[in-house]
């Protein structure tokens, strides 16, 4: 009886977290297909009494005067400038865990740019704008790159870090006794071991920059750099805002992210659970 009562609260409480999850998402299908009648009718109705998937055409398409010429660019640009951000910041962070995991006394310095983390974002404004300005990079997917990785990289030097620290270190004595070096020891022991925590803080720093919306809005000033968080923004900036169309570009911009965390599945779950069971 117990157990099927604690079966029962869990499956309770797991469709419970769905619900909270999907729901949002679901009603923002709806609104996404609902022509402007159905969204302004009072009392508003759940189900749309015309479906319309004209907002989803416009969306993808690049014909003169469609919302999908700035969708679609600012698309491209949030995925390249997330993906370039996260690599170059996981291949810097990866050899400075590993310095900061295996070689005491340089926690101070960890400890510091965690510190900097924490400071609000607008403190590094005028510092980041004078910088991008001296070297030419304002409004230019390459300045983005190089501040989003001012942000992802700490992060992700932290998080490795930890998993670095939970490693058994003794293969990794075996082998520096065996004549590898620092670098063949952490490409050829220690990253095999920590392959599952690489996907999950990948995934975590590209959705970090995924979503950056305060400096992508200052630094730039056009299409050809703007993200798409920014490129939401001004969709919403007019004085008719059509929320269906809103609606329609949240659905279409979560498809990636919901991509990227299906391909990385396996690596995602073994990575945020591995450290649990260390002894």
Known sequence: MKTKL?????YGAALLVAISILAPMGWLFLMSVSSVSDLSRVPLEWLPR???????QGLVSLAPNQPGNIFLHALGNSVLVATVATAISLLLAIPAAFSFSRYSGRDAWLS???AIYMVPPVAFVLPLYFLLQQLGLLNTRPGLVMVYCSLI?????WMLKNQFDSLPQDIEQAARLDGLRFW???????????KPVLGAA?????????????????????????????AIAGFTAGRATDDGLIA????????PPLFIAIWLQKTLVSGLTSGGSKG
Not at 184 to 194: E, G, K, N
Not at 248 to 255: C, E, N, Q, Y
């Open 248 to 255: 329609a570009i949240g659905i279409l911009a979560s498809v």
């Open 184 to 194: 063949q020891v952490l490409l050829r022991i220690t990253l095999p071991l920590a």
């Open 202 to 230: 990948a995934l975590f720093g590209w959705l970090l920059a995924w979503d950056e919306f305060f400096y992508a809005l200052l630094f730039t000033s056009n299409i050809s750099a703007q993200t798409l968080p920014v």
């Open 153 to 157: 990289l700490p992060f992700l030097t």
């Open 112 to 114: 510091g740019a965690l």
């Open 50 to 56: 015309q479906w319309d998937f004209s907002r989803y």
């Open 6 to 10: 604690r079966r029962v609260l869990r």
